[in-house]
């Protein structure tokens, strides 16, 4: 990202010392061009720290000694303007706050003040002084990696989360909250597509979605852990309307495969993780193809039942095959007889075609452990996890491709006579792969850039670099994520989308292995 140089300042005032180190731990604020200024322990201390740092966001509390948080605002008002301000009051001064300062545009916040309450108000301020900045479309962009970040780690880690305590709308009252997940298919092509501000992107398809939902009503941000993935959290119930508003404009905007998964509505939900667990059980249902699709939780009374594909005769005939050393013997109960290759017409759902590649990515390594021992293992444990993640594209060449490679694997090395200008192709797929390692790769695109049967350029890759093309791929993008983790400010986040991984939780398991 690039940042913005000046740095805002945010002054806190409240007479309650826990408070005012609360407000001062919640959020790293260096991080985001904040600086925390020494908070004012009352009205007075406020006003004088106020004339010697002119802070450009002051959050008061409503009842403070010697000069009220009331008094406070109506100086900060009349003598600095530019000042943003929010109140920080409990539900017994609500009313008497709201009636005093709505007609101001005053900004609530409700004790105690939950995370989620404070990054949105951050984010609000920061979106009041984009109005007159200079560099206004950076600043929107610091603010939405902000939200983004701090939200995100309140979702990875499973803290309990407190419901927004008072709705954007001002409306005190407790209506519940719905989750929204949205997930955006073959995001880093798109990216790559919008000239490579990742920042950029994701703040356009965030703005897109506030103006179909309705900016007061929703909070949305970038779940940074699986880029790919834009959370919205609603007291709305009816959310079947913007989901397929959402989805038809993402479709126009970005010509990608979109999915949007509905939680239940709750009075009673206590954190945000235990909503996002149940929009990811149900991106499991939709069907596996790249329609966009938006899936809605069922009740209690549960959706479609899932099937079955891949029984014990099945199994039983997998591992024959393989026995008979014959890749076109795998290939046939693989891709065939498992029905896999016809899984689009048959309208398999997401979760049966994971299972189905599951089961047997499974049981072809329990074969190759048995018959060649740790001598292959690591690097056919690599090819799955490859293939589990080529499983989320919903796109059924790929992911056949992607068990071809697999089977190959698998099968009994035999030496193949190797031209000149064989290894010469080779080596330019390696130098090419050495400096696109982010870019879409995959054995169809490089063979069919070579002009050579994947087939084959996939045994004689590994014959002459020693290693398989996927393993070749993953290692050159972890050994780039640490040259930009160890030469640059980025974190391992950051670092594992610029190597082309959407998915951190999956670059995390892959780096930890690699670097092992």
Not at 206 to 230: P, Q, S
Request: charged share 30%; hydrophobic share 40%; aromatic share 10%.
């Amino acid at each position: 990202m690039g940042m913005h140089k000046r740095k805002y300042k945010v002054l806190i005032a409240d007479d309650e010392y826990w408070t005012r180190e609360k407000l001062r731990r919640m959020i790293s604020w260096e991080k985001y061009m904040l600086e925390f200024l020494e908070p004012a322990s009352d009205g007075e201390d406020a006003l004088r720290k106020i004339e010697e740092n002119r802070p450009d966001i002051l959050i008061t509390d409503i009842n403070m000694p010697f000069v009220s948080g009331v008094d406070l605002l109506h100086e900060v008002q009349k003598n600095y303007p530019d000042i943003v301000t929010f109140v920080i009051s409990g539900y017994d001064d609500f009313d008497y706050v709201k009636g005093t300062f709505m007609a101001g545009g005053i900004n609530y916040l409700i004790k105690p003040v939950a995370k989620i309450d404070l990054v949105n108000a951050i984010t609000k301020a920061f979106g009041i002084i984009a109005e007159r900045e200079s560099e206004r479309l950076e600043l929107l962009k610091a603010a939405s990696v902000m939200q983004d970040r701090e939200l995100s780690q309140i979702l990875q880690q499973n803290e309990t989360f407190s419901i927004p305590s008072v709705p954007s709308g001002g409306i005190a009252e407790f209506t519940g909250m719905s989750l929204m997940l949205v997930k955006v298919h073959n995001f880093p092509k798109i990216v790559r597509a919008n000239g490579g501000d990742i920042d950029l992107l994701i703040y356009r398809i965030k703005k897109e979605m506030n103006k179909i939902l309705g900016k007061e009503d929703a909070i949305v941000f970038n779940y940074i852990y699986r880029t790919n993935e834009f959370i919205v959290m609603t007291d709305k119930q009816e959310l079947l309307g913007p989901a397929e508003k959402i989805k038809a404009r993402l479709s126009v905007i970005f010509q990608s495969c979109v999915t949007i998964c509905i939680s239940a509505h709750s009075y009673s939900m206590e954190n945000i993780h235990r909503a996002y667990v149940e929009t990811v059980g149900l991106l499991m249902m939709r069907s596996y193809n790249k329609r966009d699709e938006v899936v809605f939780s069922y009740g209690e009374s549960g959706g479609e039942k899932v099937k079955c594909h891949f029984n014990h005769d099945c199994e039983k005939q997998l591992k024959g095959a393989l026995r008979s050393g014959k890749p076109e013997n795998v290939r046939k109960i693989v891709l065939e007889k498992s029905g896999l290759c016809n899984c689009g017409e048959k309208r398999w759902s997401y979760l049966e075609v994971k299972q189905t590649v599951r089961r047997i990515l499974s049981l072809m390594l329990d074969y190759s452990m048995q018959s060649q021992g740790y001598l292959k293992i690591g690097d056919l444990e690599s090819v799955a996890e490859s293939v589990e993640k080529v499983t989320e594209s919903l796109d059924i060449g790929i992911l056949c491709e992607a068990l071809e490679e697999m089977i190959e694997c698998c099968a009994p090395e035999r030496k193949e006579t190797v031209t000149d200008t064989m290894r010469d192709i080779v080596r330019q797929a390696a130098e090419w792969i050495d400096g696109h390692y982010s870019e879409e790769l995959s054995l169809s695109l490089l063979a069919e850039q070579y002009h050579v049967e994947s087939s084959y350029f996939s045994k004689i890759f590994r014959q002459e670099m020693g290693e398989n093309l996927i393993v070749y791929i993953t290692n050159k993008r972890i050994e780039k994520a640490k040259e930009y983790v160890r030469n640059t400010e980025m974190n391992l986040a950051e670092a594992a989308f610029l190597v082309g991984y959407d998915d951190y939780t999956y670059f995390s398991r892959v780096f930890k292995k690699i670097r092992a």
